[in-house]
């Protein structure tokens, strides 16, 4: 009992942390102390605690680098216009019988170059939010199709910082992993598609009958999302020329684009990650000097502390990256990964790992990981931690030979990645919902975001069901190949007690 009175006391420090809108890190470092204080009435050694922690802080280096290089990256696709160009160029073809699923592919499609979710929901996300309530849309539609989107790429962008860090812990090639991705993702997003197409041609309909559909539901919500940014109005007046908004804050040279063509090339050409963004970097250098004509101790600040617009805006849809906006992710990941230090000395989780793999057994490695990570995502608040905890709780679940630690990249990308936004209280999905001021209820419009997990489940059982069947048929027809029989684990550990595995 006293490991899950541990794990609530940590789990309540979190909960607060979100609900009274304070920073995620303190709350962490609370963790540490608790989980510390665990080990030591479990009589382990401090000292050997704190080495355990450290170790596994310096194993977490590469990925932190490559999140230092990350805020670079995004800083300089700000100042030299190169997000600018994309939006400004994009948000032309909205139309508003197609607002819902132009959002969803505009944002998907931003989220996919830039890697992050919060940065595509701060630019693309919040002018196709005010664009559609403009034209009458759904805001509940809208909003589940924006953040869906914004995930799309959080997901499978070599550039991303949860792909990054899911390829640290899984030890797997980036790239590998990220062509599976399109493959497990294909059905989902198609469908997707379908159903944010299905609601414009609903919208449509009951527009063009006089119903008033979309309309009535703009001004339900109208009290939340009138006021979407400063930036940019729902007031049509005020927000369809985004073209002249970003031209009057940057030179759009086709030029400024070069930095976005390079990560895909580099990436279709499966350059390592930490050159790719190199490349950019240096292209973005180049944009921002010799067409946007910024000075060299501007351009020094804003890779430390991040672009700022002098157009107020400009600013409040641009302003952002640097180093500095990456500390809370590398502190959390530096933190958490002290975490797996410390559980691995105390075996504090021994007894809940031992659990899931259980039901690893009854449902298999896919489904067992996709439940602890809704588990998971419940008490972490945030996606970063949701990936570390399920990692962590679901290892003895694959093997440690490359076609099994592949198998878990995936599973995390398709279930921790994902799942983390869809939990009302988590600053997953809290945060991009508030930056484009779309109701809670968009959650389940993002269908994206359960359709991936829940094809994946539905996939597994297939697979599971048919190799059943073979197996079932081949010993029926050669009796000597039977597999001898095991008691179920769950019935085993009941008649036999519950031992912890011995060693790490």
């Not at 006391?9 to 962490?28: D, N």
């Not at 790239?175 to 609903?202: D, E, H, K, Q």
């Not at 997990?453 to 048919?466: C, F, H, W």
Request: aromatic share 6%.
């Amino acid at each position: 009992m006293l490991e899950a009175g541990t794990m609530l006391l940590f789990c309540a420090v979190l909960f607060a942390s979100v609900a009274l809108g304070w920073s995620i890190i303190p709350a962490l470092f609370v963790g540490v102390l608790l989980f510390m204080g665990y080990g030591l009435v479990r009589r382990c050694s401090l000292r050997a605690m704190a080495s355990r922690a450290a170790g596994s802080v310096r194993s977490a280096g590469t990925v932190v680098v490559a999140f230092v290089l990350i805020g670079v990256l995004t800083s300089l696709w700000r100042a030299s216009g190169t997000i600018a160009f994309i939006v400004a160029h994009s948000t032309a073809v909205i139309h508003a019988a197609t607002v819902i699923p132009l959002s969803f592919l505009l944002c998907s499609a931003m989220s996919v170059l830039v890697g992050s979710s919060f940065a595509s929901a701060a630019t693309m996300g919040t002018i196709c939010m005010s664009l559609g309530l403009s034209m009458q849309a759904n805001p509940v539609m809208l909003g589940g199709a924006i953040l869906a989107g914004v995930y799309v790429g959080d997901r499978c962008s070599p550039v991303s910082t949860s792909a990054l860090l899911v390829k640290q812990l899984t030890h797997t090639n980036l790239f590998n992993t990220i062509a599976r991705m399109l493959r497990t993702g294909a059905v989902p997003f198609v469908l997707s598609c379908v159903v944010y197409v299905a609601a414009a041609v609903v919208e449509w309909l009951c527009a063009s009958g006089g119903s008033g559909f979309g309309a009535a539901s703009a001004a339900a919500t109208a009290g939340s999302a009138g006021s979407a940014r400063a930036a940019v109005s729902t007031n049509a007046s005020s927000i369809t020329d985004i073209g002249g908004l970003f031209s009057s804050a940057f030179d759009l040279h086709w030029l400024t684009l070069v930095p976005a063509l390079l990560v895909i090339v580099l990436a279709l050409l499966r350059v390592d990650v930490r050159l790719l963004m190199l490349a950019s970097i240096a292209a973005s250098v180049a944009v921002c000097v010799g067409v946007q004509h910024m000075e060299w101790a501007e351009l020094l600040r804003l890779l430390i502390f991040g672009y700022h617009a002098q157009n107020p805006q400009v600013a409040a849809l641009l302003d952002g990256g640097g180093i500095l906006s990456m500390l809370t992710v590398m502190a959390t990941v530096c933190i958490s990964s002290a975490y797996a230090g410390i559980f691995a000395e105390t075996r504090m989780l021994a007894r809940l790992q031992q659990v899931i793999e259980m039901l690893g057994h009854r449902i298999g490695a896919c489904g067992a990981t996709m439940i602890t990570a809704t588990c998971a995502a419940a008490l972490a608040c945030n996606q970063t931690l949701t990936i570390m905890l399920t990692h962590q709780l679901c290892g003895g679940l694959y093997g440690d030979d490359e076609s099994e630690r592949s198998a878990q990249a995936i599973d995390l990308e398709d279930s921790a990645v994902v799942i983390a936004p869809l939990i009302p209280w988590s600053i997953a999905g809290a945060v991009p919902l508030a930056t484009i001021n779309a109701p809670t209820l968009s959650l389940a419009a993002a269908t994206f975001l359960y359709l991936l997990p829940l094809s994946r489940m539905l996939a597994s059982a297939v697979r599971r069901r048919s190799g059943f069947r073979t197996r079932h048929r081949s010993q029926n027809q050669n009796p000597g190949l039977a597999i001898p029989h095991r008691p179920k684990p769950m019935l085993h550990m009941f008649a036999h007690g519950f031992h912890p595995k011995s060693g790490d």
